[in-house]
């Protein structure tokens, strides 16, 4: 039997949710100060049309204050008319360079007084924790800080390790994100240790992609061959039932190569965490110092601390440093250091 639990860390200019499944970090939920609140799933609202694009099926619509979301036209939709009024209900939020997308709810209201507005926030951090995790209320803390970096971590990583032996590679592209099974140091039949690699990857790979915040094409590179795909499928429809309603399982293919698509609903965190090149974005960088501050400055109540870090990541603390000393006091001074990478942090006691 599978066990989840909730994890809730309010830091500094964040707010951060982790849910685990049997000890290991399957969801993170990050909120940071001037996030907008419009591009969030389950925002839901009266939105102004501004323009359709019948050539693609779809209008582009926004809700007062937000950015354009995509809304796909349906055949039993009623017309929609430019500068017109309907209701929708946001479901894929935007990421990267591509818009939001929603669905749509009802036709607006119409006649004198008739506005854009906005009905239904997003959840909370702490709403979306107990949908995942209906017993008992979320651990805070320290504990609830490492399981933050414990995730985060997790979310860097490429490669993890299979039970059992082997492991799997979990790569995005443009296009598609990629799962390589590797068949390891597995000893014993060769079909049978396939067949359990396999099973243990796709169990892996549902956790580490839900993590991740990983949707859309999905293609396993499975091990082995012959394989016996009413037991894969079944497998991976139980690994990803948490994702429905949206996940569709193909056959697999003659080459070893299961696809499966699934719904893209939050933005994918590791855009907050790290840039294209992989290095740690500033934002991200300057939370990782606050924190680093703070749990300097609790372990040493009333000394002084002094940190290093790169010029871009102090700029980024400028919006934290006031909510830091609120809590520590104004007993901290942050340097930037010239060629250092946002990764490299330094807190000493001064």
């Known amino acids: 039997m599978s066990e989840r639990r909730a994890y809730l860390h309010k830091g500094v200019g964040e707010t951060v949710g982790v849910v685990t499944l049997d000890g290991r ?19 839901r609202g009266v939105a102004r049309v501004k323009s ?38 946001i479901r894929t939020v935007s990421r990267a360079d591509k818009a939001a997308v929603a669905r749509f709810v009802a036709e607006g209201p119409v006649g004198e007084g008739a ?19 209906k017993a008992g209320s979320p651990t805070t803390g320290e504990r609830a800080l490492e399981a933050v970096e414990a995730a ?3 979310i860097l990583e490429t490669i993890f390790a299979l039970p059992g032996g082997g492991d799997v590679a979990v790569e995005t592209t443009r296009a598609l994100t990629s799962v390589d099974v590797d068949l390891g140091g597995r000893e014993g039949d060769a079909k049978r240790a396939a067949r359990q690699a396999n099973m243990a990857a796709i169990a892996v790979s549902a956790r580490v992609l839900r993590l991740k915040g990983l949707g859309g094409l999905v293609v396993f590179d499975l091990v ?55 290095a740690w974005t500033a934002p991200y960088a300057a939370r990782r110092l606050a924190r680093a501050l703070e749990r300097e400055g609790r372990a040493d109540p009333g000394g002084r601390l002094a940190a290093r870090c790169a010029p871009a990541v102090l700029e980024a603390f400028a919006e934290l440093d006031a909510g830091l000393a609120e809590r520590l006091g104004r007993r901290f001074t942050v340097s930037a250091e010239p060629g250092w990478s946002n990764d490299r942090i330094e807190v000493s006691a001064a």
């Open 115 to 133: 506005e854009p507005r906005v009905l239904a926030a997003a959840p909370t951090v702490e709403e979306q924790l107990r949908h995942y995790v």
């Open 25 to 43: 970090p399957e969801r993170l939920i990050v909120q940071w100060p001037g996030d907008d609140p419009l591009d969030a799933e389950g925002v």
């Open 224 to 278: 082995g061959r012959g394989h016996d795909g009413q037991a894969l499928t079944v497998a991976a429809r139980n690994a990803f039932a948490p994702d429905n309603p949206g996940v569709a399982i193909g056959a697999i293919s003659k080459f070893g190569a299961l696809e499966m698509a699934l719904p893209r609903r939050a933005r994918p965190v590791m855009e907050r965490l790290v840039d294209a090149r992989g």
């Open 152 to 154: 985060e971590a997790d």
């Open 52 to 89: 359709i694009e019948r050539a693609f099926g779809a209008a582009f619509v926004a809700l007062p204050g937000g950015a354009d979301v995509l809304l796909p036209i349906k055949p039993d939709m009623p017309k929609l008319v430019q500068g017109g009024l309907v209701e929708i209900e």
